[in-house]
Each structure stands twice: as structure tokens, then as C-alpha cells.
């Protein structure tokens, strides 16, 4: 079977509707589906899944396609990984030659996630190994964990040794780079060759939302084998372009199924306490990763979850959180509650008691309000400072950090909520409240922004470099300013900026539906040469990975290098006539129009040389290549101001700092069929 007939048979066993029902909950809307969109800040259903087409579509940011779109897109993989994916789940095996389209160069995440899946096989192959693993086994056996939640959870041993991983990485010839990045191994400081970092511990895959190790948690053995005073406790593997610690949820890819189902998440503090809870039966459960919850762990679960509960056991600790989850759900859609388990048992404990299940869910029933739970502590702190000026002063304090928090900015209806809570604990009216919040969050806002300089003939796109670049002379001038020219301007505005501002930010531009001069080249050098897709860029990168569906500036341009794209790709010939016969047959005259166009651009310059276009393709992929940095750089430096993590912001800067040298994005695709196989 060649690989067009393998993808047709996996498309035609993948129901879209189910599939993206797995991360969305998606609702009945005439024939169609909707649900909120997953690649936006999605407040209303704008993303619609038809069952007769199999197709999927976002009114709001343009994302669509079919389920290989939605796969590549929604857990970032690549084409072959995500028919190998999709092949999976529909039963329908895959070979790896199917997978070799080409052989084409790995990504950095690709090769990551090698090295990750690599090391959790042995692991786990050292957790069975007779006389290695005895010692853990006997933990584990006393912890009581069960062979099934083994299993799922992948757990492993790293040996009790310096090399073990090392040795065995090195008889087999793998790449050690990918292992040092992954923090699996370490190059000795004197000597020359390798150590492993995790040693004589219980090892925890961390998984991505497939399953796939992303990261490890290793938990000491507490044998007293290694001074653990002088070792953490726990050691999780560092960050990395493939595991950003504060936006994953332990064991979210075994939950994710009754989370969906219960619309509810409750997140409790560790890996062992995960594992506990799925072997009783309880299986909406994750853990954050050492950290508060963040907005990031709430973006993930939104599409799950309605509601999360934190289950808390210390008060301090339980005081903090509180914090940041009225921060997240101030700043978002989902409801936090907080849970303290009785007698402040942990889960484990709980649940092996004969009625546990029972008190569990009357705990998770019981659990309060983020808010309410701030408030109390608000109210204890009244009867300590239990003066007129000392309320005075609490109140507006409070007032402010909401405020400062995004209040203003919640649904009328939230906000609402909150006001009378307010209103009630402060005894003043609903009215005045509101009208503190919102003097308060003048008081907070940024100076109004300088004037925008006036364009000058050598920067003509000016700070507005990112939108509509239509009729923008600087495209076919070969000095046309470099994106590090702009990204100073920008900067400088960025430093006033308030952490409520740095997060509105955050949600993504809906952009104008005309298509960019760079948009409308790109689209019409490829009508007149399709084979220029195939091109090295000047970065290095082919031009079919640096730029696929989604990089556009806007829904249309999107929607149209879809089409475009998925001709290409499957070997066909790209016709003029018969692509605007398709645009025009699914209704969409408007895109026929604007493909219409953008030959037309191509036409008018009159280039008579195969090498003149091929320059004017390079200039555009160069010129969204840049905007697309500008963007990405953007929302990096966004994350960094909106989030008080020091830890995350000082990453983010780090990213940002590292930019010019990073591939043009993250996620590339490679390996892309053309109808070759
Ligand atoms: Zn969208």
C-alpha cells in the first residue's frame, strides 16, 4: 500500500467529529459542530467541525482543515507523526517506511522526544531487571502501587549507579547530545565522558497530552543508599524546546478522558498522589509540577475542564496557591475552587479508607470558591486590624491587586459575582464597588503610548510592521529593514507596560481579511511555479516546513495557502481554473476573488525570467518569515511581563534573547509527501 492510499484509508477510519471531541467538547449546531476553538483565546464556539465534510473550521483565527490538520496542529506533530498517530488509533498499522516520505533532517523536538522515549524504555527495563530493580520494587510494593498503574504511568528505576544510562546510551551509539539537552545525562566535569543525572530513583515519566515522554520526575529512594540531605527529593528533567514546566499537568493524558466527562479537574500536589488516585478509581486527576496552578495550566485544561479543584493539604502553601488561582480565574473561563481533604489526610490515606470514596467526593463537592477563600483570609486579617482606617486600607489594597489582576476585564457575570461578595464583606453597595474597581483601574493603567513616529521613505512599515503590508514598496527593496530594527522600536513601548496590558496582549490579533503583498506573491509565484515550494530559503530551511498553513497574517490568506498547500503537497498540478472552480464550489468566492488577485500581482510585473521569480518568492517568505518572528517574539516578551514567575519570565527572556538564532519556529513540518511515494 503507497502512503496516498495509507492516508485516505486512515482518513476515512478517523471520525473528526470524535477526534475533536477528545479535546473539545463540541455541541450540535444545524449539521455542523461547534466548540471553542483550541488555537485562539476562544470565548464563544467559533470553531466548526462538519461530519459530512470531515473538515474543521475556525471563523475567528482561520485554523482548518482535516483531521491530519487538526493533529499536526493541535499536538504538534509532524505529517508522519500524526499518520502514524491517526493510524494508531483507528487500528490501522503504520510502518516507518510509510513514514519515510523523506528522509529530511529531524527537528530539535523530534529528536528530544527520541532521546525521552529512549531513556523511559530503560527505565523501565531497569525496574524489572532482577537485581537492579529489587530494591524499588520493594518500595513500590510497600507503597502499594499496582501493576495496572505501573503500566499506565510508565514507571521506571534509574539504577543506582554513575553510568548507567550513559553506558547503556554509548554501547548503542545514540546521539548523547539529545540526551544532555533532555538533562538525562551530564558530561563529567574532569576526565572526559558522561554521568547519569537521575540515580537510585523512582522514575515518573511526564507526558504530553498523546502519552509520549516529554520530561521525568525522579523520586529518591529513601534507603538511606544516597544521603538524601544532600539530594532533592524530587528531581525533575529542566525545561526544554519539547517540556515547559509550568504549562504541564502530570498524568493529564491518562485523565483527559474523565475529565472531558466530569467537566471537572482536580489537581493534587505530587506524582505519588496521582498514581493513588487512579488506582482508587478516581481519574480527573493531575498534578501541577511542583508549582502553583499558572494560566498556562489553565489554557491547557480549558478545552477539558469547566471546573478545577485544587486540593490543598499545608495552610501556607494552601495560602499562596489561593493567590495565584483567583489570578487564574479572574484571567480566565474556568472556575477554581479550592478542597482541603478531612483531617488533612493526602489522597492516598483518604482513599484507602473504607468510606473514602465517599468522603473524597463530598470534599471535592464541599470545595470553595477561590475567591470565597481569599476573602476569608481577607476577613481574618479585619479582625486584626479591626479599625476604620485599617479595613479602609484593606479594601482598597484588595480592590487594587483585583484590579491590578484583570477584574475589569472579566465576563459582566463573573464580574458581578465578585462585587457582591465584595459589597458584602466590606459593607458598602454593589454600585460603589464597582465604581472603586474601576477608578482603581485607571489609576493602574500605563501612559497613554507616544505618538507613532511618521513613516519615513527608509522604513515605510514603521512600527506597524505587522499588519496589512498592502502595496508596501519595501517588499522588492533588497534593503528593506531588517526585523532587529523594529524589534528596538518596539521594546521600548513594551517597558511601560502593565502586567494587565501584557496579558490582553496575549490573545491573539483577529486580523484584517486582505491578504499582505508579501501573502499575495508568495501565492502567486507558487500558481506560476508550483516547484518554488520546494526551495531552500536563505535560513537554511526549506521553504515547505518554514512556512505552512497557519503562518499567514489572516484567515483568508490561511484559508487560501490551505488549498494551495494541500495541491502541492499531494502531487497535483496547481491549476488556476480548477482552484478557483474549488473555491467557488464550497462557497468561497470571496477566497477565489482574492486568488484571482494575487496572480494578478504576479502577472503585472511582467517578469519574463524563471530567476525573477523566484526572487520576488524569496523576498515575500522572507518578509513573513520576519513577521512571523516579530509576532512569536512578541508573545514571548508578553508571557514575560504577565506572568510573576521569575523563574518563567527569566526563561521567556532567555527565548527571546535566543530568537535570532532559533529556527524559524518551533514546530516545522518535515518530510512533507509530494506525491512521490
Ligand atoms: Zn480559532
Redesign the pocket.
Known amino acids: 500500500m503507497d502512503r496516498d492510499d495509507l492516508k485516505r484509508q486512515v482518513q476515512e477510519a478517523t471520525d473528526i467529529i470524535q477526534l475533536i471531541g477528545e479535546q473539545v467538547t463540541l455541541r450540535p449546531k444545524g449539521k455542523e459542530f461547534a466548540g471553542l ?1 483550541p ?2 483565546e ?1 470565548r464563544n464556539p ?2 466548526f467541525v462538519s461530519p459530512q465534510k470531515q473538515i474543521y473550521k ?1 471563523f ?2 482561520g ?1 482548518g482543515g482535516d483531521v491530519f490538520s487538526f493533529a499536526m496542529n493541535y499536538h504538534k506533530l509532524s505529517f508522519p507523526e500524526a499518520l502514524k498517530v491517526l493510524g494508531e488509533r483507528a487500528g490501522i498499522e503504520v510502518h516507518d517506511s510509510h513514514q519515510q516520505g523523506e528522509p529530511g533532517q529531524p527537528t530539535v523536538r523530534q529528536k528530544l522526544s527520541e532521546a525521552n522515549k529512549c531513556a523511559c524504555t530503560f527505565f523501565q527495563r531497569q525496574y524489572q531487571h532482577e537485581q537492579a530493580g529489587a530494591k524499588v520494587r520493594d518500595y513500590v510494593a510497600k507503597r502499594g502501587i499496582n501493576t495496572q498503574m505501573l503500566e499506565e504511568f510508565q514507571i521506571g528505576y534509574a539504577p543506582d549507579s554513575w553510568d548507567g544510562l550513559a553506558t547503556y546510551l554509548q554501547k548503542r551509539n545514540m546521539p548523547i547530545e539529545d540526551y544532555i539537552e533532555a538533562g538525562l545525562v551530564s558530561p563529567r566535569k574532569t576526565g572526559g565522558g558522561l554521568f547519569d543525572r537521575m540515580r537510585h530513583r523512582l522514575i515518573f515519566p511526564i507526558c504530553d497530552a498523546l502519552g509520549r515522554p516529554i520530561a521525568f520526575g525522579g523520586r529518591i529512594l529513601p534507603d538511606g543508599t544516597i544521603d538524601d540531605k544532600n539530594e532533592a527529593k524530587y528531581l525533575n528533567s529542566p525545561e526544554t524546546p519539547l517540556f515547559n514546566k509550568s504549562a504541564t499537568l502530570y498524568g493529564l493524558h491518562l485523565a483527559k478522558q474523565t475529565i472531558l466527562q466530569t467537566r471537572t479537574a482536580v489537581i493534587v500536589e505530587g506524582y505519588t498522589d496521582v498514581v493513588a488516585c487512579h488506582q482508587h478509581g478516581v481519574r480527573n486527576v493531575v498534578a501541577t509540577l511542583g508549582t502553583a496552578l499558572t494560566k498556562e495550566h489553565a489554557h491547557a485544561l480549558r478545552h477539558f475542564a469547566e471546573k478545577v479543584v485544587l486540593i490543598f493539604d499545608a495552610d501556607d502553601a494552601g495560602q499562596k496557591a489561593a493567590d495565584r488561582a483567583v489570578e487564574v480565574f479572574i484571567g480566565g473561563t474556568l472556575d477554581v475552587t479550592i478542597a482541603v481533604l478531612p483531617n488533612r489526610m493526602d489522597p492516598d490515606e483518604l482513599l484507602a479508607l473504607p468510606d473514602g470514596r465517599q468522603q473524597w467526593d463530598g470534599a471535592i463537592k464541599d470545595s470553595r470558591d477561590a475567591l470565597d477563600y481569599q476573602f476569608d483570609r481577607m476577613k481574618d486579617q479585619f479582625t486584626d486590624n479591626d479599625t476604620v482606617a485599617g479595613r479602609q486600607r484593606l479594601t482598597e489594597e484588595y480592590l487594587r491587586k483585583l484590579a491590578v489582576q484583570g477584574l475589569e476585564k472579566m465576563s459582566p457575570i463573573r464580574r458581578g459575582l465578585v462585587y457582591e461578595r465584595l459589597a458584602h464583606l466590606v459593607h458598602l453597595d454593589e454600585k460603589t464597588i464597582g465604581q472603586m474597581v474601576s477608578r482603581l483601574a485607571q489609576s493602574n493603567r500605563p501612559a497613554p503610548p507616544k505618538p507613532k513616529p511618521q513613516p519615513t521613505p527608509q522604513h515605510p512599515g514603521g512600527p506597524e510592521y505587522l499588519d496589512v503590508m498592502d502595496g508596501d514598496p519595501a517588499l522588492m527593496d533588497p534593503d528593506m529593514p531588517h526585523p532587529s530594527d523594529l524589534a528596538g522600536s518596539t521594546s521600548g513601548q513594551d517597558a511601560t507596560m502593565q502586567p494587565s496590558q501584557a496579558a490582553s496582549g496575549m490573545i491573539p490579533k483577529v486580523r484584517s481579511r486582505a491578504l499582505s503583498l508579501a501573502e499575495r506573491q508568495l501565492l502567486g509565484c507558487l500558481l506560476h511555479r508550483p516547484e518554488l515550494f520546494s526551495i531552500t530559503l536563505g535560513n537554511g530551511h526549506a521553504f515547505e516546513e518554514a512556512i505552512i498553513p497557519g503562518d499567514m497574517t489572516s484567515d483568508s490568506a490561511n484559508a487560501l495557502y490551505h488549498v494551495v498547500y494541500e495541491r502541492i503537497t499531494a502531487g497535483d498540478k496547481l491549476r488556476l481554473s480548477s482552484l478557483l472552480m474549488e473555491l467557488m464550489e464550497t462557497g468561497r468566492q470571496d477566497l477565489a476573488n482574492l486568488l484571482t488577485q494575487a496572480d494578478a500581482d504576479i502577472e503585472k510585473l511582467g517578469l519574463t525570467e524563471a530567476e525573477q521569480l523566484e526572487a520576488v518568492f524569496r523576498q515575500a517568505a522572507a518578509k513573513l518569515l520576519e513577521t512571523r518572528q516579530m509576532d512569536e517574539k512578541q508573545e514571548t516578551r508578553n508571557m514575560a511581563l504577565s506572568t510573576d514567575s521569575a523563574e518563567l519570565q527569566e526563561n521567556l527572556l532567555r527565548q527571546l534573547q535566543e530568537h535570532h538564532r532559533a529556527n524559524p519556529s518551533p514546530v516545522r513540518i518535515a518530510g512533507i509527501s509530494r506525491g512521490k511515494s
Do not use: L, Y
Open positions: 476553538c488555537f485562539h476562544d467559533s470553531m475556525c475567528v483565527c485554523a
